[in-house]
């Protein structure tokens, strides 16, 4: 009977252990910094951390080879359209810092979330640039009704979406959020 209660508490321990490593895998990874600017973003939370997990890893400093810069990898002159078009300060020094990157790419994210039916074509515009996009749309090799694309033709955006799509089901599943 002592071997059983031995064994039992054995095999409960390590399931205890195995559980919180899991746990603490799924916070490391899908972590939700900046909370309070992507909420009052109105996106959906889930979509915003897919986003910057995809686009930066959530490395506030990163500067991409292209010159993106920060969580969501802004470039700076697309930052000052978000601005100008906002009626916002335009501070090029302020985009490596995590709040005010956020704030302008989820204002960017919106404009292509309102200016393209589709998510996933608003959010190939997000990696590829709206103009592109706008082309592919206009080709009909890419896109049969010139609002949502059938096929994308660069392999880094179609990697891009499969990503950011990954990262949103995972975040929707682990924070369970309604997307």
Do not use: H
């Not at 500067?63 to 002159?77: D, F, H, N, T």
């Amino acid at each position: 009977m002592r071997k059983c209660v031995r064994i039992f508490l054995s095999i409960s321990a390590a399931l205890l252990l195995l559980f919180s490593a899991c746990i603490l895998w799924v916070y490391g990874n899908y972590r939700r910094p900046f909370r309070a600017e992507v909420e009052k973003s109105g996106l959906s939370p889930a979509l915003v951390y897919a986003v910057i997990k995809a686009e930066s890893g959530f490395d506030e400093k990163a500067i991409s080879r292209s010159g993106a810069v920060g969580l969501m990898q802004l470039l700076p002159a697309t930052a000052e359209f978000v601005c100008r078009t906002e009626g916002l300060e335009f501070s090029p020094d302020r985009l490596t810092e995590g709040g005010y990157n956020i704030k302008l790419g989820c204002r960017y994210l919106n404009y292509l979330l309102e200016r393209f039916s589709a998510e996933e074509t608003a959010l190939a515009a997000y990696n590829a640039g709206e103009g592109t996009v706008r082309t592919w749309l206009a080709d009909e090799r890419y896109s049969a009704d010139g609002k949502s694309l059938k096929e994308v033709p660069y392999p880094e955006t179609r990697r891009y979406l499969k990503k950011v799509m990954k990262f949103r089901k995972n975040y929707l599943i682990f924070y369970r959020e309604r997307s």
